[in-house]
């Protein structure tokens, strides 16, 4: 991946801003009753009105552009009408177009506020590792650092690591090198460098790691029917650390 230019990071900025907004009002809004596909509508509103595009909708054909995945659905779920349950863990993974520049995050909730002790703890440890990462990276740290501090997290809170998933280069392309795996080795990988930018995004199980898709071509299901959850950020590398691209 080559550095980005001012001008791309500028956009990338915004577009990660107008990101944050929607997921931000997806959290505050999203209850009891309201259907994904009714979360689907409030985005595309919200995105139209802050004046930028969503990068999903009909990328390598999803019908959707947004992914709701719900309790044992892990991730590319298409939104449906079957309205949220009390203490349903649902996934929001969005995508954002401005200028042509593409930002990506993710944030799991559970509907209704008050989760069960298991699915706090993969929601707490899930978003802990993603902040643990974001803590390492910076010009000249290998992917593989980045990826032995998410495994780290996630191993002390006993979840699932989905291997099949990982982070990757975002900016031109919704997916562009390098890949970042939320598992690995330390001094391994490529090297990240400043003017980089990447979305990290750990995904977990509270079972079994291993996963499968539905019939409808896109959801993918844990095996053993746990739980799943997934938090993202993009991330602009910088000399000293990183700037979070999609927080309000």
Known sequence: MQPKTDAEIKAMRESGRILATVLEKIRREVKVGLTPRRVSELAA?????????????????????????NNNEVQHSIPNDVPFKNGDIVNFDFGIVYEGMITDAGITVCIGGKPDPDSARLLKGTEEALYAAIGMVRDGVRVGDVSATIEKVLRSYNLGIVR?????GVGHELHEA??????????TGPMLKTGMTIAIEPITTLGDHRIFGAHDGWTLLTVDGSRSAQFEHTLLVTQDGCEILTQV
Do not use: M, Q
Request: hydrophobic fraction near 30%.
């Open 178 to 187: 390098p890949e970042i795996p939320n598992y690995g080795h330390t001094g």
């Open 45 to 69: 509103d919200e995105t139209e009105r802050l004046g930028g595009v969503p990068a999903f909708k009909g990328f390598e054909g999803y019908p959707d552009i947004i992914c709701i995945s």
């Open 164 to 168: 099949e998933l990982v982070g990757h």
